[in-house]
RNA sequence: GGAGCGGUAGUUCAGCUGGUUAGAAUAUUGCCCUGUCAAGGCAAGGGUCGCGGGUUCGAGUCCCGUCCGCUCCGCCA
């Protein structure tokens, strides 16, 4: 049907003949000649119509936007002056001889080369995804899946499917529920991740194995996150985390490398999560920004301020501070909507110090909460941030949690306000997460990770005595501020795996229905294993530099988790729900939970 | 569940403290035009101002509710 791409028309091919297939991207009718831009999966060429070709002139007459053509013509170089250097084919142009109207189309609700609302973009995917920019982001995805398959299928790694129709778990995300036809009023579950099956694998004896697989969470969406999303899932036996580890560096060298041309570090930096949250407040910092937290709890445990003493002096408080070069110039209402920005992380104010004259000491500052500080602490801040006459100090006093989320995120925030941002790639390894964290609401213990994640200790005695201390053998791989994956090496032990689920206050019966087929599979000689799962979404929106996942994925959702473009979901007939044993409330008929 | 921003022509937007017939650009349609490449010129058509209610002599504009889109908090082992 075509002889060639029309991205792919080039000089050698002057004077043949060329047939050629795609959509009209621009046409330019003067009169007594007509262009035609003639755009397909590879670029776009210009088309010249003469009058003298009666036929063909009098089609490209009839001719609109977006119509398809298969034009026979031949390729010469432009007359002098006419080349344009804006395209690749632009030394070239191709002299119809016949054309052949394939199809013709309606005016397109929005012209390709305009800015247009992601909400019409996503009613019209199919032709928002026209677009050669957005086309090449999933030209991108496709040379990364690829590339991960070769990469994996050398190391031996055996690609196996896992279930899409599988069993609820307890923990973690909430599931999407598919009914059962064939055993009413039971459900299946849309797995969140392959994690068990992986394991189940590895008791096989599968030894290594890869899968690129959809996962499913029903929970709220953001710009990083679907309810589906798709996961590179990988799981090793025999292995500890830096065999694992330094594979999977290996493999994101190689890949950014072949698919960019950047070079990642090697090693790549490792920091603890303590460490992690001490100096960033995030355990997924981003370490383009090069500002730091500066911790003064031990500072503050004794100055009348109490808005400082009490977090100080409190062991879950924390209080901190955050220089920034030349901050000084931000103007009082910048800085008040970043007081604004840090209440919606729950602080309940924004302290900050202006350092007007660095040699001037007391006299030298600008702060409300100046009166508050006797000199030598003032000093001492001055010195353990290494403020300089210009810098703005901002300080964050509470709760750890919160001084975390909301310094951290500030960090972020005036990184990109003040473009302290710097260019390239930064990643590292996130490690030695604590293997459970404590849940006031629930009073309970709940797993950091995933409840299947090896405590680094041996002895279950340990981790039932030192729950709040105890770390697991869990690492994040986090790019640029993004966790892009994220594993663990696992418990392959029954004894160990039970008295996990018992911290976590899983009973022994309730362990035994939601997991027994594991608790059992441990016990028939389960190799050590571990394993990671990448984001694969989450990569493919950092190399291509997109904002948000649903720039890679071909038909994402909304945010209130719809698709604009086949209206799903929608009602399913009477019929279907009496197959499936399923009778709806409607919203209205549901009464008020009291 | 909560906070913020947005919704006006097919599209992207403007529309001031409420006041004639709601504008621009682009797209579309017609005519003119032989070297453009976001072609150009002339002309025409095109509106449930998201939806519902309220205030007012009068609402795109103010108030309440609601729906939709986006960002974020909660949530996401």
Redesign the pocket.
Known sequence: MRSCYCGQVSESLTSQLVILCGWV?????????I?I?LRDREGIV?V?F???QTEAFASAERV??EYVLRIHGRVRP??E????P??AT?KI?V?AEQVEILNTAD?????L???????????FRYLDLRRPQVHARFRLRAKVTNFLRKFLDEQGFLDIETPMLTKA?P????DYLVPSRTHPGEFFALP??P??FKQLLMMAGMERYYQIVRCF?D???????QPEFTQLDIEMSFIDEMVLRNLMESMMRNLFKEILNVELPNPFPCLTYREAMLRYGSDKPDLRVPLEFIDLSDLMKEVEFKVFSQPANDPDGRVAALSIPNGQSLSRKQIDDYT?FVT???AKGLAYIKVNDIQAGRDGLQSPILKFLPDQVIQEILKRTQAETGSLLFFGAGKA?MVN?SLG?LRLKIGEDLKLVQPGWKPLWVIDFPMF?W?D?DNRW????????APNVQKIAEVEATPGTCMSRAYDMVLNGTEIG?GSIRIHRSDMQSAVFRLLGIGEEEAREKFGFLLDALKYGCPPHGGI?FGLDRLVMLMTGA??I?EVIAF???????C?LTSAPSPANALQLRELHIRVKTPQAVEPVT
Do not use: I
């Open positions: 991207h621009h046409r330019r009718d003067h009169g007594g000649v262009f831009d210009q010249v003469n009058p003298e609109r936007n432009r007359p002056g006419t080349e344009n804006d395209l632009g142009e002299v005016p397109l609700p929005f012209q080369d305009e800015h247009v609302s992601e909400e019409v973009r996503l009613r778990t923990e973690g995300a909430r969140q991740s994690q068990l969470r929970e709220d969406l953001r710009a990083d996150r604004s919606t992380y729950g949690k989320d995120a964290e849940d609401k709940m797993a950091l990770h995933h409840p299947f994640t994220g799962a904002h948000s649903r994402p959702k909304t945010q209130t988790a719809s604009l």
